[in-house]
């Protein structure tokens, strides 16, 4: 099989959700030397996206969606050593979790697998994740940023929400606020007052690094 044949293979069957190829095909893809960066953007998150189009389009339904993702997140966790490969020192601690009301987390997942891979201690506090969770994170745990994640435009009012609880529990000072997500945008970041968003994994690392400089270089 061919590099191409393979992410064409790996393609197809995320698509249809059969998570045991898909993990044969990503160890086969590593073997013969595809990257996981290779393997994740020329294979398994277009064929997400692809499931997202049919779904949209009312060709396809949720449980659709739901094999496809899991096929995805069994992928995730071959590629996760390899994205996450480190020996840096600690750049800061993100305190990670998905919106209340919102159970996406593959998007989620990846971006602190990326985070770990740069340095970051993530703390994961997991999907629907409601504000006092999020306060209860920061009391327990003191990160430099809380990140947000929503994939609906129906959990997307709940980073204003959970913006408001921390400022409400006086600690909005204390932390930087990153939002994102498949529906989100700057625009909507800003409204909603966060200090940062992004809207891939390696972005979300890019601006997480430049949210703490400049954060300590004010200081
Ligand atoms: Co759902 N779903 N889903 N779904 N699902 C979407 C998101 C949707 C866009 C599909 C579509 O219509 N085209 C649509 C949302 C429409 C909208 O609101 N605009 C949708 C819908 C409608 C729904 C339900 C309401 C369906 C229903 O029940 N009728 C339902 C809601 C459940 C709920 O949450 N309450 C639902 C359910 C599900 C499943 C459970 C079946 C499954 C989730 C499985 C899981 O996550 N464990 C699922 C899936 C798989 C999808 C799609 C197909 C794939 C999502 C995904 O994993 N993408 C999705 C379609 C699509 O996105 N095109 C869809 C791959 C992932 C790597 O990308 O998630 O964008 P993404 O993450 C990126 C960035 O967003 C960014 O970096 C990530 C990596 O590059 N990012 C951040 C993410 N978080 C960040 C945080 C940051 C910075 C960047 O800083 C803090």
């Known amino acids: ?3 191409d044949e393979i992410l064409k293979a790996l393609y197809d069957e995320t698509m249809v959700g059969n ?8 160890k086969k893809g590593l073997d013969e030397g595809l990257t996981p960066s290779e393997l994740l953007f020329d294979a398994l998150i277009p064929s997400l996206e692809e499931v997202g189009a049919r779904f949209e389009r009312g060709d396809w339904f949720v449980p659709e969606m739901l094999i496809a993702g899991r096929a995805m997140a069994g992928a995730l966790e071959v590629l ?10 600690t750049v800061g601690t993100f305190l ?3 919106v209340k009301g919102d159970v996406h987390d593959i ?21 629907q994740a409601a504000p006092e969770k999020f306060i209860a994170g920061i009391e327990e745990h003191n990160p430099d940023i809380v990140g947000m ?5 129906t959990t997307m009012p709940m980073f204003k929400a959970n913006i408001n609880a921390i400022e409400k529990a006086g600690l909005r000072d204390k ?21 940062g968003y992004a809207a891939d994994a390696a972005t979300a690392v890019r601006r997480a690094k430049e949210l703490i400089a400049a954060k300590r270089g004010a200081a």
Request: hydrophobic share 50%; glycine share 12%.
């Open 1 to 3: 099989m061919s590099n």
């Open 19 to 26: 998570a045991p190829a898909v993990l044969e095909l990503t």
């Open 80 to 89: 996760r050593p390899l994205l996450a490969q480190t020996g840096a020192e």
């Open 96 to 98: 990670m979790g998905t």
């Open 107 to 127: 998007g989620k997942n990846l971006v602190n697998i990326m985070l770990e891979g740069a340095g970051f201690h993530v703390i994961d506090i997991g999907v």
């Open 149 to 153: 994640s929503a994939f609906l435009t």
């Open 175 to 195: 932390v930087i606020v990153m939002v994102g997500g498949a529906p989100v945008t700057q625009e909507y970041a800003d409204v909603c007052g966060a200090d």
